[in-house]
């Protein structure tokens, strides 16, 4: 075994293989199905899937929300390839490493806790719309727009066990998400097509005129928006 073989696995141990304080060695730098398997778990989340009723839902018309939608995608990917990718290949350090060799450990771990308590917010709210696709089959009482509180047991039980299936997937480190993005990405993107056939056909939409009438020209906010 070579010395650098040597290094990098003294390495990999103290970082415990999430290589969180120094940079990835190329050999253990990860394919292009990771990269395709986290990129889609990312942002073909049920989150997103939800986001567009709810444009709707504040009366949007459908025009605005499908240029907005291309123009927002289009800058995401601009700054993940210019900014984002730029830096991440050039140093191939974590965000939080690279803002502690920049600003200090003491700034750090303020903005860490403020992200943490962020990623909280944002986790519970995606880890909600998950349980409505695990409700929908054994016919549970949706959460309305105008809830604040839940409205079940039921509701509490789907909630804390999704959150804990999430949870242990995470906490078992980079390998294993990326194997489960890469088996859940394709069920999702195949369930947001059936969906959405699903809810034109229930809209009565046969051609894209008749959709273009429903949204083209936005409506009056539901309830509770």
Same mark, same amino acid.
């Given at each position: 075994?070579?010395?650098?073989?040597?290094?990098?696995?003294?390495?990999?141990?103290?970082?415990?293989?999430?290589?969180?304080?120094?940079?990835?060695?190329?050999?253990?730098?990860?394919?292009?199905?990771?990269?395709?398997?986290?990129?889609?778990?990312?942002? &073909? &989340?049920?989150?997103?899937?939800?986001?567009?009723?709810?444009?709707?839902?504040?009366?949007?018309?459908?025009?605005?929300?499908?240029?907005?939608?291309?123009?927002?995608?289009?800058?995401?990917?601009?700054?993940?390839?210019?900014?984002?990718?730029?830096?991440?290949?050039?140093?191939?350090?974590?965000?939080?490493?690279?803002?502690?060799?920049?600003?200090?450990?003491?700034?750090?771990?303020?903005?860490?806790?403020?992200?943490?308590?962020?990623?909280?917010?944002?986790?519970?709210?995606?880890? #909600?719309?998950?349980?409505?696709?695990?409700?929908?089959?054994?016919?549970?009482?949706?959460?309305?727009?105008?809830?604040?509180?839940?409205?079940?047991? #039921? =509701?509490?039980?789907?909630?804390?066990?999704?959150? &804990?299936?999430?949870?242990?997937?995470?906490?078992?480190?980079?390998?294993?998400? #990326?194997? &489960?993005?890469?088996?859940?990405?394709?069920?999702?993107?195949?369930?947001?097509?059936?969906?959405?056939?699903?809810?034109?056909?229930?809209?009565?939409? #046969?051609?894209?005129?008749?959709? =273009?009438?429903? =949204?083209?020209?936005?409506?009056?906010?539901?309830?509770?928006?």
């Amino acid at each position: 075994m070579s010395q650098v073989s040597i290094e990098q696995d003294a390495i990999e141990d103290i970082a415990g293989g999430e290589f969180e304080r120094t940079p990835v060695p190329k050999s253990k730098l990860k394919g292009w199905k990771s990269f395709i398997g986290m990129y889609a778990g990312e942002h &073909a &989340a049920g989150t997103e899937f939800m986001i567009g009723p709810l444009f709707l839902t504040a009366g949007v018309s459908a025009f605005d929300l499908i240029i907005g939608l291309l123009i927002g995608n289009l800058l995401a990917v601009l700054s993940w390839r210019f900014l984002t990718a730029e830096i991440a290949i050039k140093n191939r350090l974590t965000l939080y490493f690279q803002l502690e060799k920049i600003c200090g450990k003491k700034l750090v771990t303020g903005y860490n806790l403020a992200n943490g308590i962020l990623f909280c917010f944002l986790a519970g709210s995606m880890i #909600t719309v998950s349980a409505t696709a695990v409700g929908i089959p054994f016919n549970m009482p949706m959460p309305k727009l105008t809830d604040t509180m839940p409205n079940g047991a #039921t =509701w509490i039980i789907i909630v804390i066990l999704i959150g &804990a299936v999430i949870s242990i997937i995470a906490a078992r480190g980079y390998d294993m998400v #990326t194997k &489960a993005a890469n088996l859940m990405s394709p069920i999702i993107v195949i369930a947001f097509l059936a969906c959405g056939i699903v809810a034109l056909n229930q809209l009565g939409v #046969t051609s894209f005129s008749d959709f =273009w009438n429903i =949204w083209g020209e936005g409506s009056e906010p539901f309830l509770g928006k």
